[in-house]
């Protein structure tokens, strides 16, 4: 593969960040986008602890033995979110929460940021959270409502890879699915040979870093150290993108739910089967 680093800017104002990043869909690292929250200071586990501590949450554990070829990969057990910090806090492991909406039991937490200026199109109502074990990842994949993701890292460390649509056939991305079976930690390019003409861009985002992910584009994401961050959305420019977005979160998603739960095996298979077809057309 040939991967480049990402942009970094300390500061970049609206006209800028539009005109270089956000409306050519260029993906871009950058500090100004939160520096000024208070969640910069106020947020760490502790408090977590004392608003949410009591919750039960839904835990994930490694991708490549978890259904891996489903859209929505089950939870491997669940605990309190309490039990949960404290278990990716125990040394190197798996587990994860993402798309966590902690402000839906801590609504006071929403005080402590704002949506910044830099663009427009918020999507206001689901800031979602992201937290992980030392060594875990999240497997290659793109968000399939195909909005704008602002991805900020309040603690530890975690490197951010991203392939633009385009790749998609290079990194051998499923029928009926927004995500790819490559393991990028330790790429096996005998089995996926399309790999290795596969593009992209790699970097390590930490404590007040926001990764500026554009509509549609891949993101493998690993944790390098225990830590969380946060998402925000914009809605696509595109109309059409809105909708094709809208049937892959209401009608796509359904339907491979509805297919993995009666032919698990042979569809999952099936979908493994297309993938290689393509990557091997485009590999040669």
Known sequence: ????????????????????YYLPQKPLIFRSFAAE??????????????????????????W????????KTPPERTMSFSDFIDLIHEGP??????LFNLFKYAPELKKDFFFPD??????????????????SDVRLHYDIDLSN?????????????????????????????????VDLRNPDYDEFPALKKAKGY??????????????????????LTTGYGMALRTVNSSVLKQLKGVYNVFVMKKIDDLISTYYKEQWAE???????????????
């Open 1 to 20: 593969m040939d991967l480049q680093p990402i942009d970094f800017r300390e500061s970049i104002d609206r006209k800028e960040f539009q005109e270089k």
């Open 37 to 62: 929250w208070p969640a910069m200071k106020n947020w760490d586990y502790p408090r977590f602890k004392e608003l949410a501590g009591h919750e039960i949450v839904e835990v994930f554990g490694s």
């Open 64 to 71: 490549k033995s978890n259904s891996p070829t489903r859209l």
């Open 93 to 98: 492991n798996d587990f994860r929460l993402f």
């Open 118 to 135: 830099i663009a427009d199109g918020w999507v206001k109502a689901i800031p979602v959270m992201f937290f992980g074990g030392e060594g």
């Open 149 to 181: 993701v602002f991805l900020t890292q309040f603690h530890g460390e975690k490197r951010i890879t991203l392939f633009s649509p385009e790749m998609s056939p290079y990194l051998y991305k499923q029928p009926m699915g927004s995500h790819s079976n």
């Open 202 to 223: 790699t970097g390590i985002i930490r404590h007040g870093d926001t990764v500026f992910m554009p509509s549609a584009w891949w993101h493998y994401n690993e944790y």
């Open 270 to 284: 099936w979908k493994k089967r297309m993938a290689k077809s393509i990557g091997e057309k485009v590999a040669s």
